[in-house]
């Protein structure tokens, strides 16, 4: 039979167009990683911008904290240098809660000439150091004899620029004067003897002998207190008095503010990690959107292209005999005739039952199902499938039933639903086996549960465990380039699980020992959200 070269276009040019949208959407799946890439890049920068800026933030709150210690440090250290300075008494007043302050102050001016007062500076304190106050106002001296050190003057500026600086934590104070590193102090003998000479010579060394240092040359405390700091942070600040006078060493211990400033950053930590954990749930559930939408969009396109390249089959057929018909007259070649005639009588009859297969793919794919339920026998139904399916396949299948002695309950079940479902099983595992089929089609009842489990058994090609889950999904098939060997759209088994859970039930996929695969619905019957016709 000859058929015109003009009958085979449409199939060249729709093989032209899968090849250009296989290439575009090739491209759209690289931009679509690309704009993935870079949103996801994004995001991760600005999380880690966000957690640098609050770091940053407790930070400079730490360091602004030191700034104000140090700063009341200065101020006092400036205030005891002009008392020393400066001729005449300075005397300095903390006002507290009570008159405390006024009364110890009235009591100093009153044992002091006028003439010998340089000056009075009256500050506002805080509750938080009232007893420190009162304890360096009433028993610290104005100065210290040996070093001239004013100390009262310098704790009394520093706890009002505490208040100044609006600074309420629990703090402790100690003033001293700096040690002297005495321990590499050597005296020679010949320089000690030297120095005995000079008294005479009935002065000799008739024993042992210590030399001691002076009394200003190891350290003495001006003032300390004795409040118990929980976890505390140290400052230390050295005054220089004079060339010959130990230096001045005040060592300051004030709380570590760090969980009040968390505390008070609490909020804004909060806000910040909901915010980010609202964005990444967001870009991971859109991501995933739109990958699903992206796939179920392909896979939209390959049930078209399947749909299309089935039907040009016998649509290409019956026009090519119909083409062959026109080149004979009614009486020229009966015979050929006849057979063309055949040809296209066959092809249609093929175009017709894909159309209704459409259609039944269209009522596959509705996920509302409407069940209409009624007593079910699953043994007599399992074994019309099987007698079904090897008239289909002219006794090319090879169908082994086992079923249990006892014949199982019947279940209240939808028998058209359920058996379509069944039937795609069947179906799938003569279509996807390489050399003649053999399946095995098992009916058990669970003791422990009462449910009823059927199990699908072929020598097919089998499917990888990575596909095991996703074969149910809608308009899925799995990979196998740009050609399919096997003609299917990807809803029987997703018809098939819908029905499944529609009675309460599951189905799974296992390989087979020896190759292929093991299908198993477990069924309870229906369930009350199930629909009922």
């Known amino acids: 039979m000859l058929i015109s070269a003009d009958v085979w276009k449409p199939c060249v040019y729709l093989q032209c167009d899968t090849t250009y949208t296989n290439h575009r959407t090739m491209q759209s799946r690289r931009t679509f990683i690309l704009i993935g890439t870079a949103v996801g890049a994004a995001l991760v920068a600005a999380i880690t911008l966000t957690m640098v800026w609050l770091v940053d933030s407790y930070r400079d709150r730490q360091r602004e904290f030191e700034g104000r210690i140090n700063s009341a440090l200065d101020e006092a250290v400036a205030a005891e240098r002009e008392a020393r300075t400066t001729e005449g008494r300075s005397l300095i007043l903390l006002e507290t809660d009570t008159t405390d302050g006024i009364d110890i102050l009235k009591d100093v001016i009153e044992n002091i000439p006028s003439e010998d007062i340089a000056s009075v500076k009256v500050y506002k304190s805080g509750t938080t150091y009232t007893d ?11 100065s210290d004899s040996l070093s001239g050190f004013h100390t009262s003057n310098f704790l009394l500026t520093f706890y009002a620029m505490l208040r100044y600086k609006d600074i309420s934590y629990p703090c402790s104070v100690t003033v001293g004067t ?4 005495t321990t590499g102090l050597n005296i020679s003998m010949d320089s000690l003897k030297r120095f005995l000479d000079g008294f005479g010579p009935d002065v000799k060394i008739t024993g042992s002998f210590t030399v001691t240092p002076d009394r200003d040359s190891v350290s003495r405390t001006l003032y300390s207190d004795s409040t118990v ?9 050295t005054i220089l008095i004079g060339d010959s006078t130990p230096r001045i060493v005040c ?3 004030m709380t570590d503010p760090s969980r009040d400033f968390l505390r008070e950053m609490a909020g804004l930590i909060a806000g910040i990690l909901a915010i980010t954990a609202i964005l990444c749930f967001s870009y991971i559930y ?6 699903r939408q992206k796939t179920l969009s392909e896979m939209r396109r390959d049930l078209t292209h399947n749909i299309t390249h089935e039907l040009k089959t016998p649509i290409a057929t019956a026009s090519a005999a119909s083409e062959a018909l026109l080149d004979y007259s009614a009486d020229e070649d009966p015979e050929r005739r006849r057979r063309y005639q055949e040809i296209i009588r066959d092809q249609l009859g093929a175009l017709s039952a894909m159309v209704g297969r459409i259609l039944d793919i269209s009522l596959q794919e509705r996920d509302d199902i409407a069940l209409n339920p009624s007593p079910c026998d699953l043994q007599e139904m399992l074994h019309r499938l099987c007698t079904e399916l090897t008239v289909s396949t002219a006794g090319r299948a090879r169908i082994n039933e086992d079923y249990p002695e006892d014949p199982a309950p019947a279940i209240t079940a939808d028998a058209f639903h359920l058996s379509a479902a069944i039937s795609n099983i069947l ?3 003569v279509k996807y086996s390489t050399a003649s089929p053999e399946i095995t089609v098992r009916l058990r009842k669970s003791a422990a549960d009462g449910s009823i489990r059927i199990e699908v058994q072929d020598n097919g090609i089998g499917i990888p465990a990575s596909q095991h889950r996703r074969i149910f999904e809608k308009y899925y098939r799995i990979p196998t380039g740009d050609v399919q060997n096997v003609r299917g759209f990807g809803i029987g088994l997703y018809y098939s699980r819908l029905v499944v859970e529609k009675h309460g039930g599951t189905i799974s996929v296992s390989p087979a020992p020896g190759g292929g695969s093991i299908f198993t619905l477990t069924l309870k019957g229906i369930q009350d959200n199930g629909k009922r016709g």
């Open 132 to 142: 420190a106050i009162r304890r360096i106002m009433t028993t610290v001296p104005d």
């Open 178 to 181: 700096e040690a002297k590193d």
């Open 229 to 237: 700091i929980d976890r505390p942070v140290t400052f230390t600040r």
């Open 251 to 253: 060592t300051v211990q």
């Open 286 to 291: 859109l991501l995933h959107t739109v990958f």
């Open 427 to 429: 179906d799938n595992a």
